[in-house]
T-cell receptor, first 112, second 112 residues
Framework: SQQGEEDPQALSIQEGENATMNCSYKTSINNLQWYRQNSGRGLVHLILIRSNEREKHSGRLRVTLDTSKKSSSLLITASRAADTASYFCATDDGGSNYKLTFGKGTLLTVNP | NAGVMQNPRHLVRRRGQEARLRCSPMKGHSHVYWYRQLPEEGLKFMVYLQKENIIDESGMPKERFSAEFPKEGPSILRIQQVVRGDSAAYFC??????????FGPGTRLTVL
């Protein structure tokens, strides 16, 4: 698997349900970031979690990081139709903080 | 504070022509990054620039591609003699320090 690989590839849920997406990576990192991309649009930065942090919250978002398993999860609670988008995790390479590697993303569909 | 601006949003070129993509970073951001997203793929790092300096161009193809971030004006990604394989979405990001990176809406290049 490649650095910053998300699963599942696609997730379909009903409005109001929670959505959980996972990200695995291979090398040591300094930070891990989650982004959202609406179809055909740019990326919106959601949250950054540093390697010495285990959990972070932002509104309806909760991100966890397990550096021993080299994995992260993004939980969106009480989902809305407007949350429909692709979600990407981005990792650095542990050396530089700037060279981000993105996976192919998880396509989340929230049905009204 | 306007976000990262990119123009044009869509660019169509015939094989052999030149493509110039522009990126204006967010106010106060002195770090600029370019990424390329091929269809069905995640973003791939191309180059990192600061004013008048290329810091890391390890993701740039060796030929036909160049980038600059002059003292005045936007950052430019230039692709000479475009080929069909250059068709992709090109995203620019900026940051005040190394992280987080804030992305623009992208330029979608189509080579006919």
């Amino acid at each position: 698997s490649q650095q910053g690989e998300e699963d599942p590839q696609a997730l379909s849920i009903q409005e109001g349900e929670n959505a959980t997406m996972n990200c695995s990576y291979k090398t040591s990192i300094n930070n891990l970031q989650w982004y959202r991309q609406n179809s055909g649009r740019g990326l919106v930065h959601l949250i950054l979690i540093r390697s010495n942090e285990r959990e972070k919250h932002s509104g309806r978002l909760r991100v966890t990081l397990d550096t021993s398993k080299k994995s992260s999860s993004l939980l969106i609670t009480a989902s809305r139709a407007a949350d429909t988008a692709s979600y990407f995790c981005a990792t650095d390479d542990g050396g530089s903080n700037y060279k981000l590697t993105f996976g192919k993303g998880t396509l989340l569909t929230v049905n009204p | 504070n306007a976000g990262v601006m990119q123009n044009p949003r869509h660019l169509v070129r015939r094989r052999g022509q030149e493509a110039r993509l522009r990126c204006s970073p967010m106010k106060g951001h002195s770090h600029v990054y370019w990424y390329r997203q091929l269809p069905e793929e995640g973003l791939k790092f191309m180059v990192y620039l600061q004013k008048e300096n290329i810091i890391d161009e390890s993701g740039m193809p060796k030929e036909r591609f160049s980038a600059e971030f002059p003292k005045e004006g936007p950052s430019i990604l230039r692709i000479q003699q475009v080929v069909r394989g250059d068709s992709a979405a090109y995203f620019c990001a900026s940051s005040p320090r190394i992280d987080p990176q804030y992305f623009g809406p992208g330029t979608r290049l189509t080579v006919l």
